[in-house]
Every structure is written in C-alpha cells, then in structure tokens.
C-alpha cells in the first residue's frame, strides 16, 4: 500500500495520484531529489548569511579595522556559601590591545638593564673623580732632583679629590663650628684665597672632620698629572705655566682666590702654585727605591710631612708634577695650604 503524504489515505501501490485528494506521488520524489542534491549550498548560504551579519552588527566600536571580535563569555566561579558553581552571566569582552614585537623586545632589554646595572655613585660636591690608573712615578733618569728617583711603577686606586684648595671661607667656617682660634691671613687676604698658616694636623683634622683625608703623595702626582706623561701637565716646556698656576713670576709675592686659573685635564684647580698642599706620607729622600707598586703610603715614620705642588714664591722648576718638597709637621707656614681627598665607595 501507499501512503499520501497529504492526506494519509491509503492508495494501491501502482497508483500515481491519490484517489482521495489527487496529490501527485511523483511530486514527492522529486522534493526529495532537491533535498539530497541542494541540502550543501543551502547551507552555505545560511553560513555566508550568518557571517555578513556578524562582521556589520556585531563589531565592536572604534575598533572597525579588526574583524575579529571576541565573543561573550560565561565565567563560572565557586561560589562562597556552596561548592556548586554559580553561573554568573557573559561578560563584556575585553578590548584588544595589540603591542608590537619591537616594543616589547625594547622594555624587556631596558628592564633588564635596570636590574642588572647599578647605578654610579654621585660624586660629592666641590670634588671630582680621579680614575685607576698606573704611572711610572718620579723623574727620569739625569733630571729633577735626587729625591725623586728611582721612576718606578704605582698604581693608584680611583678616589675624590677636592676641586679646589680649602679657601678662608671654608676654613673660618670649621674654626667656628670647632672652637678654633682663626688663622692669621698674613695681610694676603681672606675670603676665596686658599687657607694658609695650618700645621699638618690642623688640616687633618679639618679633612677628618668632614669625613674625608689628606692625600697620599703618589694620589696627589697621579692626580696633578692629569693622565700625561709630561714635566707638567701641559707639556714640557714652562711657557704656558703662567695660564694654569700663580707662581714667582705672576703672583706679585702673595696668594691669590682659587680658581681664577685654567684647571689640569681632571679639572683641578691651583693644582700647581698658588699654595704648596699637605700630604698624609712622612718624607724619606730614599723611599722611591723601596717603594710599593700598589697605593704607596710613605715611610712608617718620620720628621718631616711631604708638600707637593709649589706656591706663589717658587720657580717652575718647584712646580713640576714630580717635585718633592718637606716640612715639619708642627709649623705653620706661609706659603703651605691644602685640599682633601675622599675614598670611593
């Protein structure tokens, strides 16, 4: 028997039509023939249809450009009161931020840098930073005086030293704050000019007292050298030395304010003349030939402290990096000040 799909009477099996609503069986076949052939593209269609609606309807704003959108979605949390978890609804997506590769590969190398590099030290104020180095230190062979032979190596650690000699001002300010009794300025003059007329360990005690020291004798070369090889810091030849230093031919016999002359290449000013400097080392005429390669202290003991750099009274030839001078600790001298010198940490 036959069904009508239409009508649900029966009809003989070689029956075309229904005898009861005439629907044709032929008809039927062929939707089913559509069905089979045509299901695909009627399904890529809605698909296409579906894509187009959710490219223009579904974008989110001010990002037109990206097509592609994230999709709500649903978080499930534990909730406090239960173990069974609470639904609590879609979400907003949140906006897309794209970071390029480049940018991200530069923060990582600058955060690295950060973590991995400390940061240098500030140089304290007035001061500037003389490096490490290694020298030969003295005077060559047949030239200068015999005190400042043999040359030998030395190597000096990097530290501070003060831009500037210690001036009246400065000098004034700790006798007040230490109740000390003033220098006499020997009618040379207070205010910026270089403190003079201090025993050795007055002006110890003044480089302790603000936490720093007097130099060594090897620190004070190393660092009136400026880095140069040379009789002074600027060659050898003494013509230009009236440009960098008060000495006898310019200073009129007496000192004069610090810095009005060019400094040495570390920045150094009245690095040589205008007052000879205080060193911390006891003075051996003989001590180069025993000397140590590393930091040198001087002598363990002895009568007279090293001075270096010459003063408004000496010739050019007191003036040269190399040259030593002496004086006894417990005097205070005219033409003798000084300047300090700090560790680096």
């Known amino acids: 028997m036959k069904y009508c799909i239409r009508c649900g009477k029966q009809n003989p099996p070689e029956a075309r039509y229904c005898i009861s609503c005439g629907y044709s069986f032929n008809l039927g076949s062929k939707w089913s023939n559509f069905n089979k052939s045509n299901l695909i593209l009627l399904l890529f269609l809605l698909v296409f249809i579906g894509a187009l609606t959710d490219y223009f309807f579904m974008r989110e704003p001010g990002n037109e450009k990206d097509p592609v959108v994230s999709k709500p979605t649903a978080i499930w949390t534990v909730s406090k009161v239960s173990t069974v978890p609470a639904f609590q609804g879609p979400t907003k997506p949140k906006p897309r931020v794209r970071t390029p590769l480049i940018a991200v590969k530069k923060q990582k190398k600058h955060v690295s840098k950060v973590d991995s590099v400390p940061s240098p030290q500030t140089v304290p104020g007035g001061m500037v930073l003389i490096p490490e180095g290694t020298f030969m230190m003295g005077s060559p062979e047949g030239t200068g005086l ?180 002496a004086a006894k600790p417990e005097g205070g001298y005219r033409q003798n000040g000084f300047r300090c010198v700090k560790d680096v940490q």
Request: charged share 25%; with cysteine.
């Open 146 to 325: 015999p005190s400042e032979q043999p040359r030998h190596k030395v190597h000096v650690k990097a530290f501070y030293m003060d831009k500037y000699l210690v001036t009246f001002d400065e000098y004034d300010d700790f006798c007040h704050k230490t109740a000390r009794l003033p220098l006499d300025d020997l009618n040379f003059g207070r205010g910026s000019r270089p403190a003079i007329g201090m025993d050795w360990a007055a002006a110890n005690d003044y480089a302790k007292w603000f936490g720093k020291r007097l130099p060594t004798e090897a620190e004070y070369e190393w660092a009136a050298r400026g880095g140069i090889d040379t009789v002074y810091f600027f060659g050898n030849d003494p013509a230009p030395l009236g440009d960098y230093a008060w000495y006898n031919d310019n200073s009129g016999n007496k000192t004069h304010p610090v810095g009005e002359k060019r400094p040495n290449p570390y920045g150094l000013y009245d690095i040589l003349g205008n007052v000879d400097e205080w060193c911390s080392d006891w003075f051996g005429i003989d001590y180069y030939s025993v000397s140590p390669v590393e930091d040198p202290q001087g002598p363990d003991r002895g009568t007279e402290k090293v001075v270096r750099g010459g003063s408004w009274w000496g010739s050019p030839n007191f003036l040269r990096v190399t040259c030593r001078s």
